[in-house]
C-alpha cells in the first residue's frame, strides 16, 4: 500500500503543469483501485523478496503478516507465511550466537604476562618437611616412608614371592597355613611346627628380624 | 694437501671429516706412524659461550688478596621441556647451597626436577676432580638458568579432516656453583625504604648552569 500510493502519489505530483511551485494539494490525491495485475504481481513479489531475507537485520514478523490493501476481492496475506517465520527465527539465534562470543580486547603486554606468571603464588613453595632417614642416610619427607628403604624391601619381598611360587607351582595351590622364611644356615624351631617353610638362599637382611 | 684438499671436495664427505690423514699415507710407508697426528672427530658440537666459561684462567692472585671462590659452569642442551616450566624449577634453587638444592628438587614431581638434579650432580662430580673444590657441600648455586632449544612443527590432527600445528619444543638449562656458604637472602624493600628513596632522589636535583 505504501509503495503504490508513493508510486502514483509523485507520478501525479511531478505531473502538474499549472503551477511552478510544487503542488503539495495534489498529495491528499484520490486513492487509486488497484490498479493492473501486473503491478499486483510485482508487488507481491517484492514482498516475497523481502520476507525470503533479501535484508537478514529485518525483524521480520512485524511487517509481513499484512499485504497491500486491495479492492479486488483476493486475499490479502502471502501463500508462505509458515516458511518466512521459521527462516526468521533461524537467522537471528545463528547471528546471535556469533556476536555474544567472548574474545580478548587487547594483546597482554609481556609485563601483565610476567606479573602474572611471577607471583608468587605461582612459584614452587619451598618445602620444610624434608628428613634423613636414619636407617639409610637417604632423604625422606616426614609423612612418607623412606624410598631407598621401601624399595629394599620390595625387592626382597618379590624374591621371597619367586619361591613361593616355585613352591607352589600353578595358581590357587596356597595353602591354608602360616608362612615362615628361613635364611642360610637358620632351622625351624618348635614355634614353627604347622607352618609353611620357605628358603631363602642368602644371609637374613639385618632389618627382618626373626620372630 | 691443498690439491688433495680440493679432490676430497668433488667426494663424499667423509674425507672432509678425516682432515688431512688419508689411509694411502700410513700404507705408503713401512713404519707405523704415531697415531697421535689423526683428528678423528672434528668439533662438529660448536662450543657454546656457557661451556667456555669453564676454561678462563685467571692470573695468579697476590699473596695479600683475598682468596677468589671456585665457580663451576655446566649447562644441559636440548632438554625436552618447556623453558617456562623449567623456570620455575632454576627460580626455586637459586641462592641455595647444593645439598638444599638436591633435596628440594628430589621430592619435587616435574619432569625437569629429576633432569636438573642429574645437571647438579654431574656439576658437583667436576668440581671436585677439575676444579680443585674441596668439600663437594662446601657449594651454592650462584646462577641458574633456561633457555630457549631448537623448536620443531609438528601436525595435531584433530576431528572433521581439521589440523593444528603444534611446537615441540625444548630447552637449556644453565647452572654457576660457586665455592662457599650461600650468601645471607637479601631483606625484602618495605615501602618506606622505596619512599626514603624517592625522597632522596627529589633532593639530589639541582638547577643546572648556577651557583
Known amino acids: 500500500m505504501p509503495s503504490a500510493l508513493s508510486k502514483e502519489a509523485i507520478s501525479l505530483f511531478h505531473w502538474c503543469p499549472a503551477s511552478a511551485e510544487p503542488c503539495r494539494s495534489m498529495a491528499a490525491l484520490v486513492i487509486f483501485p488497484s490498479p493492473l495485475p501486473r503491478l499486483h504481481a510485482f508487488l507481491q513479489r517484492c514482498w516475497g523478496r523481502l520476507g525470503r531475507g533479501v535484508f537478514p537485520g529485518f525483524s521480520g514478523p512485524q511487517s509481513l503478516p499484512w499485504g497491500p490493501a486491495l479492492a479486488v476481492q483476493a486475499p490479502a496475506f502471502f501463500p508462505e507465511p509458515v516458511e518466512e517465520a521459521s527462516e526468521s527465527n533461524e537467522a537471528p539465534s545463528f547471528l546471535d550466537s556469533i556476536l555474544w562470543m567472548a574474545a580478548p580486547k587487547k594483546r597482554r603486554t609481556i609485563e601483565v604476562n610476567r606479573c602474572r606468571r611471577r607471583n608468587p603464588n605461582k612459584l614452587i613453595k619451598v618445602k620444610r618437611n624434608i628428613d634423613v632417614c636414619p636407617e639409610c642416610g637417604h632423604l625422606k619427607q616426614k609423612h612418607v616412608l623412606c624410598g631407598y628403604c621401601y624399595a629394599k624391601v620390595k625387592a626382597e619381598t618379590q624374591q621371597i614371592r619367586l619361591e613361593i611360587r616355585k613352591k607352589e607351582g600353578g595358581p590357587f595351590n596356597a595353602p591354608t597355613l602360616e608362612t615362615v622364611v628361613l635364611y642360610d644356615g637358620e632351622k625351624p624351631t618348635e614355634k614353627d611346627e604347622g607352618k609353611r617353610i620357605i628358603e631363602r638362599a642368602r644371609k637374613r637382611p639385618s632389618w627382618f628380624i626373626q620372630s | ?211
Open chain 2, 1 to 211: 694437501m691443498a690439491a688433495r684438499r680440493v679432490a676430497a671436495a668433488g667426494c663424499a664427505w667423509p674425507w672432509g671429516l678425516l682432515g688431512w690423514a688419508r689411509p694411502e699415507r700410513f700404507l705408503a710407508s713401512g713404519s707405523v706412524f704415531p697415531l697421535s697426528c689423526i683428528h678423528t672427530s672434528t668439533p662438529l658440537e660448536k662450543l657454546g659461550k656457557w661451556e667456555k666459561k669453564n676454561r678462563i684462567v685467571y692470573p695468579p692472585q697476590l699473596p695479600g688478596e683475598p682468596r677468589r671462590p671456585a665457580e663451576i659452569y655446566h649447562c644441559r642442551r636440548e632438554i625436552k621441556y618447556s623453558k617456562d616450566k623449567m623456570w620455575y624449577l632454576a627460580k626455586l634453587i637459586k641462592g641455595m647451597s647444593i645439598d638444599q638444592a638436591l633435596a628440594q628438587l628430589e621430592f619435587n614431581d616435574k619432569k625437569g626436577a629429576k633432569v636438573i638434579k642429574e645437571v647438579l650432580l654431574e656439576a658437583q662430580e667436576m668440581a671436585v676432580r677439575n676444579h680443585n673444590v674441596e668439600f663437594k657441600s662446601n657449594l651454592y648455586i650462584a646462577e641458574s638458568l633456561t633457555g630457549r632449544g631448537h623448536y620443531v612443527k609438528r601436525i595435531r590432527y584433530h576431528g572433521k579432516g581439521m589440523f593444528g600445528i603444534m611446537k615441540l619444543v625444548r630447552c637449556h638449562y644453565f647452572v654457576k656453583l660457586v665455592e662457599g656458604p650461600p650468601p645471607p637472602p637479601e631483606p625484602l624493600k618495605t615501602g618506606f625504604d622505596q619512599a626514603k628513596e624517592y625522597v632522596q632522589q627529589l633532593r639530589n636535583r639541582t638547577i643546572a648552569n648556577t651557583l
